[in-house]
C-alpha cells in the first residue's frame, strides 16, 4: 500500500512514486477495493478536528450518532495520532463542507481502519450539518507545549505520519 498525504483538500496529493505528467502528485480515483483515506479537519492540527472520509473522489463527514471513544481510538490508530483523548459531537470543530458520507459507526476499538466498523450504508444518514463527529488524539499540539497552534489536517495509511 502507499503512504499519502493531503492537505485541507483533496488536492494536490502525494502518493508514493506517481507523479503527475506536471510532477505534482495527486490523489488517486481508488487507492484499493476498500482503502478509504481520513483526516481531521478544523482542530489544531492534523490530530484534532472533525472527521472526513474519502469515498468516490470526494471527501465527506461522519456523523456524530452513537459516536464515542472506541469509533475516535481507530481513527486516532489509523492516523497514526497516539490514543483518542475525546470524542466530540455536535460539529465541535466546525462543519464540514462535504456530504455526509457515514452514519451509526460502531467500532469495537481495535480495528485498524474505520470503514471496517459497523455502519450504515455509504451517503445514508439520518443527520443534519452540525452532526460532525470529531477527535481529539494524544499527539495533538494542544498536549505539546513546545510547538505552536497550527490549523492543517493529514491523511495517514499504514501507520505513517509524514
Known amino acids: 500500500m502507499s ?9 494536490p496529493c502525494i502518493k508514493a ?8 502528485y495527486t490523489l488517486p480515483t481508488q ?3 476498500d482503502i478509504f483515506p481520513v483526516r481531521l479537519v478544523g482542530g489544531w492540527d492534523s490530530c484534532a478536528g472533525h472527521v472526513e472520509i474519502f469515498y468516490e473522489n470526494a471527501w465527506g463527514t461522519v456523523c456524530d450518532d452513537g459516536w464515542d471513544i472506541n469509533d475516535a481510538h481507530v481513527v486516532c490508530r489509523q492516523l497514526n495520532c497516539g490514543k483518542a483523548v475525546e470524542a466530540l459531537h ?4 466546525g462543519q464540514g463542507a462535504g456530504k455526509m458520507l457515514l452514519d451509526n459507526v460502531i467500532c469495537a476499538g481495535n480495528e485498524q481502519y474505520l470503514w471496517q466498523c459497523s455502519h450504515r450504508e455509504w451517503g445514508k444518514h439520518d443527520c443534519r450539518a452540525h452532526e460532525d463527529a470529531g477527535v481529539i488524539c494524544s499527539e495533538a499540539d494542544i498536549f505539546d507545549d513546545s510547538s505552536s497552534q497550527t490549523s492543517s489536517s ?5 501507520g505513517d505520519r509524514l
Open 154 to 158: 493529514s491523511v495517514i495509511l499504514d
Open 90 to 93: 455536535n460539529s465541535y470543530f
Open 31 to 33: 487507492l484499493s477495493k
Open 17 to 24: 512514486g506517481e507523479p503527475a505528467s506536471d510532477g505534482a
Open 3 to 11: 503512504r499519502l498525504w493531503c492537505g485541507l483538500t483533496a488536492e
